[in-house]
């Protein structure tokens, strides 16, 4: 940072900015959509607004408090890769126990706001998804493992249980599926990222699965892990909480979740198409599902 930069005064709206960037929100949006997504059918299409309320007031302050600890914990290693050292705290402009503070509090407020609006089952829920998000991936297997993003992934297959648990109060193998949707639907999303930006994770010595194994290895077992995540999918039609036209759709979006990912088994173009396919796989699913109350 030259000593022109630095002696620029900041505007409040630019320091606003650099901490709502903590919390990740275009992640966290997409983590409200499966857990929202879930309490129609949960709540047979009728849940209470104070429960979705607290659903998306709740999970947004505690995985956008577990995003602000992850950038707090990483911030060494988001200096060394070009994607991430712009980021506020790499770049010196938040001071890093801001962010661990930050994500602490809104953890705090994601608990009591989500036990006094549903109950204390998604308030736990909740809390043991950051917590998986916090000390399982970010601290332990991130630095330690090629496979942090198969066990790490867990913890954003938490929002749904979040979600279910609020709506009906209990959970049951229909939220269980859809937790087994995004936890096997995580690695081929996140290691097409990570095919992309390889060069950033070798960079800052993270194992990732295409850094360590290679990119043929990280293809065939996306294939693998999307094959399972087509295959639960179809769970909620089994168990009577979704209709035929769901299972349509559930079988048509698997479909192309599996084709492209062996697509993407040759030619560098199909990765990048892959990872934008995921986000509107994962999308169009839940989306579906929340809508299942009221379709065949």
């Known amino acids: 940072m030259s000593v022109a930069t630095a002696a620029t005064p900041r505007t409040v709206a630019s320091v606003a900015r650099d901490y709502v960037s903590l919390l990740k929100l275009r992640i966290v949006a997409l983590l409200d959509?499966?857990?929202?997504?879930?309490?129609?059918?949960?709540?047979?299409?009728?849940?209470?607004?104070?429960?979705?309320?607290?659903?998306?007031?709740?999970?947004?302050?505690?995985?956008?408090?577990?995003?602000?600890?992850?950038?707090?914990?990483?911030?060494?290693?988001?200096?060394?890769?070009?994607?991430?050292?712009?980021?506020?705290?790499?770049?010196?402009?938040?001071?890093?126990?801001?962010?661990?503070?930050?994500?602490?509090?809104?953890?705090?407020?994601?608990?009591?706001?989500l036990w006094a609006g549903a109950n204390v089952?998604?308030?736990?829920?909740?809390?043991?998804?950051?917590?998986?998000?916090?000390?399982?991936?970010?601290?332990?297997?991130?630095?330690?493992?090629?496979?942090?993003i198969v066990i790490g992934g867990a913890a954003g297959a938490v929002p749904p249980l979040v979600g279910w648990a609020a709506a009906a109060g209990n959970l049951d193998a229909t939220a269980l599926a859809l937790f087994g949707v995004i936890f096997f639907w995580t690695p081929p999303h996140f290691w097409a990222l990570a095919q992309v930006i390889k060069s950033d994770y070798a960079r800052a010595n993270i194992p990732m699965l295409p850094?360590?194994?290679?990119?043929?290895?990280?293809?065939?077992?996306?294939?693998?892990?999307?094959?399972?995540?087509?295959?639960?999918?179809?769970?909620?039609?089994?168990?009577g909480s979704a209709g035929e036209i769901y299972l349509a759709g559930a079988i048509v979006l698997g479909i192309g979740l599996v084709g492209i990912t062996v697509l993407d088994l040759r030619g560098k173009r199909w990765t990048r198409r892959l990872f934008a396919y995921s986000l509107v796989y994962v999308a169009l699913l839940f989306a579906l599902f929340a809508v299942s109350p009221f379709l065949p």
């Open 121 to 148: 089952l998604a308030a736990v829920l909740d809390l043991v998804g950051a917590l998986i998000y916090v000390f399982v991936y970010t601290i332990w297997l991130k630095r330690s493992t090629p496979q942090n």
């Open 211 to 239: 850094v360590v194994a290679g990119l043929g290895s990280a293809k065939r077992q996306s294939v693998v892990y999307a094959v399972l995540t087509a295959a639960v999918s179809v769970v909620p039609f089994l168990t």
């Open 33 to 113: 959509v499966t857990a929202v997504g879930v309490m129609l059918p949960a709540a047979h299409g009728h849940p209470r607004p104070a429960a979705v309320a607290a659903v998306v007031i709740g999970l947004t302050c505690g995985a956008g408090g577990a995003h602000a600890i992850n950038m707090w914990f990483d911030r060494d290693i988001d200096a060394q890769m070009s994607r991430t050292r712009g980021r506020p705290l790499p770049a010196g402009r938040i001071p890093p126990w801001h962010a661990l503070a930050l994500g602490i509090g809104l953890n705090v407020v994601a608990f009591a706001v």
